[in-house]
Nanobody, 121 residues
Framework: QVQLVESGGGLVQPGGSLRLSCAAS????????MGWYRQAPGKERELVAA???????KYADFVKGRFTISRDNAKNTAFLQMNSLKPEDTAVYYC???????????????WGQGTQVTVSS
């Protein structure tokens, strides 16, 4: 079974920083893109940032210049460094990965359980 486990969320004051981690485990053969999404109460889930296995990145306009996505392919882990946090960044942040796993080399999209980020004074 494949699992994505996020960590690093919490409560931070406006202007502060947090670093989220997403560790993928299980019978993983290779991971394509990994991404971070977020969902605030009453809103749809939205893409925050994504990174390919080769390191190409994509960011939502609302986090450009503040957030940085990275990954460690050897450890099947992705990170989201969040700086200059604003109250409107408050949301549950989810990790997503498209990967091949198992003896059948099956491709599927996986989600983590989410980690709460709250930006408040």
């Amino acid at each position: 079974q494949v699992q994505l486990v996020e960590s690093g969320g919490g409560l931070v004051q406006p202007g502060g920083s947090l670093r989220l981690s997403c560790a993928a485990s299980g019978s993983i053969l290779s991971i394509n893109a990994m991404g971070w999404y977020r969902q605030a109460p009453g809103k749809e889930r939205e893409l925050v940032a994504a990174i390919t296995s080769g390191g190409s990145t994509k960011y939502a306009d609302f986090v450009k210049g503040r957030f940085t996505i990275s990954r460690d392919n050897a450890k099947n882990t992705a990170f989201l460094q969040m700086n200059s946090l604003k109250p409107e960044d408050t949301a549950v942040y989810y990790c997503n990965a498209g990967l091949y796993s198992g003896s059948a080399y099956s491709y599927a999209n996986y989600w983590g359980q989410g980690t709460q980020v709250t930006v408040s004074s």
